[in-house]
């Protein structure tokens, strides 16, 4: 069953970029997605992938060039299928990761916020009054790269309020989003053949980030207490381990309190840094959002938090709550990777925290997304009934959907992609693959009620 699985996949890869390349949707001359960025964007092995170029070569589809990538041969216009002009029912069609305009699509998107419902007027008042008073003496290059210090403060005095966690603004670095954060401990941390210890599944673009540095990436199973700690590695010391301990992405579970002293003592004995990812724990359903990781052991954990959930991916603030001993070597990877953050936009944001938007705003979205959620969780168990298990819905902007002994995977995904519905396989997320076929990541935070009823009735034709 599973080759069989495997060949299905195959074919299913093989026709998606045959029949775009045919419709002229993937034109001569446009370069593809190398085998291990396509392998790890779609959720299957890069294998399958490689098998998948190969045949396309073969055929004449595509064609190798040294050293510069995979690209569309000329195939010529005569056999091109060309879509006609007046036919606009194919204009979303193309489900490509790397194309497409989304806006007609009803996206499951996990951990994303409703853009709808971003307080731009507030947003905009505060940053016209910032504007208007800004020194002319700010535009320049800010002296501490580590970030704006009224920013910093406000960070602080949100994760005392959210948290409970107490920092210094001295330990914070403002970063490009969490993306940078990621990146800049990446190299801080990390060097070729060296050891990260990372949760399995996880967030594809934070795998991709630390693979980048060629450490060794030591796969790590979770569980409903979260990462397994017994299961780290013994025959090697990791250099770091990353885990999101308040809300486990994408299972949503939560490092219990024994597994989280016991990986404390395993960084000890290890001498290992961990990076604690806390994304979207701020939205909780049911009692007070879990405490870090970090409030246990200062000097062993850092912290990275972010802006992109609570308010909107396209501000691209985050930051670090770093050990003492590691601030000035993170600031100075700052410094060589955009010398700062948007100086502008700090004082906006630092602003519109202290003068308690955030906070409000924070309030007001977890009744959004309870009542999203709620709605979500009903229409599952109204159309699929006792066939369908959820969990991981206490906290976050997504909930995981499993079928037992039936197929959610990417042939799904791509067969739902054709009416206009996104849905994540948990697969998707996964470093050791075909662990997880009969599982959805299912994201509510940017869907509204009726698009969360009409996507389910479309899932249940497939599923």
């Not at 009224?150 to 210094?168: F, T, V």
């Amino acid at each position: 069953m599973q080759s069989e699985r495997n060949e299905t996949k195959t074919r299913q890869v093989y026709s998606w970029i045959r029949d775009r390349i045919m419709q002229g949707i993937y034109k001569a001359g446009t370069s593809l997605p190398s085998t291990r960025e396509l392998a790890k964007e779609l959720g299957v092995s890069r294998a399958l992938i490689v098998e998948v170029y190969e045949q396309l070569t073969a055929e004449g589809f595509l064609e190798g060039k040294q050293g510069s990538g995979t690209f569309v041969r000329d195939i010529g216009s005569s056999t091109t299928l060309r879509l006609q002009p007046e036919d606009r029912s194919y204009r979303n069609e193309d489900i490509s990761p790397m194309h497409g305009d989304r806006s007609s699509y009803i996206d499951f998107r996990p951990s994303f916020p409703a853009l709808e419902h971003v307080p731009l007027q507030k947003w905009k008042r505060v940053a016209l009054d910032v504007y208007h008073n800004f020194p002319p003496s700010m535009l320049g290059y800010q002296e501490d790269m580590a970030g704006d210090m009224e920013l910093r403060q406000a960070i602080c005095d949100h994760l005392l309020h959210i948290k409970g966690l107490h920092c210094l603004p001295s330990q914070i670095i403002v970063t490009a989003g969490a993306t940078q954060a990621f990146s800049i401990l990446g190299k801080l941390l990390l060097t070729a053949g060296e050891t990260i210890a990372m949760e399995d599944p996880t967030a594809t673009f934070i795998h991709n980030i630390f693979a980048e540095t060629s450490a060794r990436i030591v796969p790590v199973p979770v569980d409903s207490d979260g990462l397994c700690v017994e299961q780290l590695p013994t025959d090697v010391k990791p250099k770091c381990i990353f885990v999101t301990p308040s809300h486990q992405f994408p299972f949503g579970s939560i490092l219990s309190i024994s597994r989280r002293l016991q990986l404390l003592d395993y960084a000890r004995n290890a001498g290992a840094y961990i990076i604690e990812d806390d994304y979207d724990s701020e939205f909780r359903y049911g009692g007070m959002p879990i405490h870090a990781l970090r409030e246990l052991d200062t000097e062993r954990v850092i912290y990275v938090g972010t802006f992109s959930k609570n308010m909107f991916p396209a501000l691209r603030l985050g930051y670090i709550v770093a050990p003492q001993e590691l601030v000035e070597s993170i600031v100075q990877l700052k410094r060589t990777a955009d010398m700062q953050s948007p100086v502008l936009s700090q004082s906006t944001l630092a602003r519109f925290m202290n003068e308690g938007h955030l906070k409000r705003h924070i309030l007001r979205m977890k009744r959004i997304y309870h009542k999203r959620r709620t709605h979500l969780l009903q229409a599952l168990r109204e159309t699929f009934g006792e066939n369908v298990q959820i969990s991981g819905d206490a906290a976050g902007l997504h909930l995981i959907a499993t079928w037992p002994g039936r197929s959610a995977d990417l042939l799904t995904a791509m067969e739902l992609e054709k009416h206009h519905i996104k849905i994540y396989p948990a697969e998707r997320y996964t470093i050791r693959k075909d662990q997880h076929n009969d599982s959805l990541i299912m994201g509510f935070g940017n869907v509204n009620e009726t698009q969360i009823s009409e996507g389910i009735q479309v899932l249940a034709q497939f599923i």
